[in-house]
């Protein structure tokens, strides 16, 4: 790993989340978003920057396309996951392939990029106005001319601003991990915080061990939700013009029942 910025506290994925993510279902039937950020790198090129890459999900499948990709995130434990998949490439791909610990806010590389992506979810963790204009101001700063953002966050659906059948714990998934850990993952809603766009949400981890001892683990945080045209007014308001818009990884158009919003930027108003 290179670029590691010392002193640094710990991060939110800082804990036992890190361990669990590559294996949880959620994260491992999300395939089709993978498949569009390897078009993504196709069509606009490398070298890539992924803000917020967690165990490197994404940046691992781009540089084994041979592409020259950088993976940032806050997260030394999700940062340690990426290591260990980079370590595996072969030398070539190691050498395209670079992990830096650094927020997202706040980082300076030196370098500048073709494509900047931010998938599954980092955006939604900066939870004031300005931690997201800085994070975008930084994005144009490491752009290359002719160079793109991708932005993706999902979709609001209006009941889970508030309606109190989500702070019930549901059941989301179960599954066994590869050392015998049967894992039942579930979620609710802590909080709601309409007028700050944000919920307190926890994804609850009950694990029983191979051993039979049983545990409850929660991963509890603050998720800011977004609204279209917000993002597109914050993209315009940091210097950027909206290339394209879709609902879900398949390009189809932003619909009341789209799952996602995925914005495609570059500079220049
Ligand atoms: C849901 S994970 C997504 C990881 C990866 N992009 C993926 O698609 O699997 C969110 C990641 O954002 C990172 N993150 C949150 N806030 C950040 C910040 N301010 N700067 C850098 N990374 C951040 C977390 O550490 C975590 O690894």
């Given amino acids: 790993m290179t670029g590691k910025e010392k002193n640094m506290s710990p991060a939110l994925y800082d804990s036992f989340i890190a361990d669990y993510y590559d294996e949880s279902p959620i994260v491992r039937q999300r395939t089709q978003d993978v498949a569009f950020y390897r078009d993504a790198v196709r069509e606009c090129g490398d070298p890539v920057l992924e803000l917020g890459c967690g165990t490197g999900r994404v940046t691992m499948a781009l540089a084994q396309m041979g592409k020259r990709v950088t993976g940032l995130d806050l997260s030394e ?27 997202m806010t706040k980082f300076d590389l030196g370098e500048k990029f073709q494509l900047i992506i931010i998938p599954f979810r980092p ?20 752009l290359r001319p002719g160079g793109r953002l991708i932005l993706d966050v999902f979709q609001t659906d209006a009941e889970r601003m508030h309606d109190p059948i ?29 007028a700050e766009q944000r ?37 315009a308001r940091c210097g950027f013009r909206v290339a394209a818009e879709y609902g879900d990884f ?18 220049g108003w």
Wanted: with cysteine; charged share 35%.
């Fill in 199 to 235: 919920n307190d949400v926890e994804m609850i981890y009950t694990v029983e061990h191979p051993n039979g001892r049983k545990e409850r683990l929660v991963f509890a945080w603050p998720l800011r939700y977004f609204f279209r045209y917000e993002v597109e007014h914050l993209l």
């Fill in 250 to 267: 398949d390009r189809t158009p932003i619909r009341d029942n789209s799952p996602e919003m995925i914005f495609v930027a570059e500079p």
């Fill in 166 to 194: 989500h702070m019930r714990e549901a059941p989301l998934v179960e599954y066994r991990s590869h050392d015998g850990k049967h894992v039942r993952i579930s979620e609710r809603v802590a909080a709601f915080h309409r």
């Fill in 77 to 103: 434990r999700m940062l340690e996951h990426a290591a260990r998949k980079r370590a595996a490439l072969n030398k070539e791909e190691r050498e395209r392939f670079h992990l830096v610990q650094g927020d």
């Fill in 123 to 142: 955006f939604q963790h900066l939870l004031e106005v300005r931690d997201q204009v800085a994070c975008l101001e930084r994005v144009r700063k490491h």
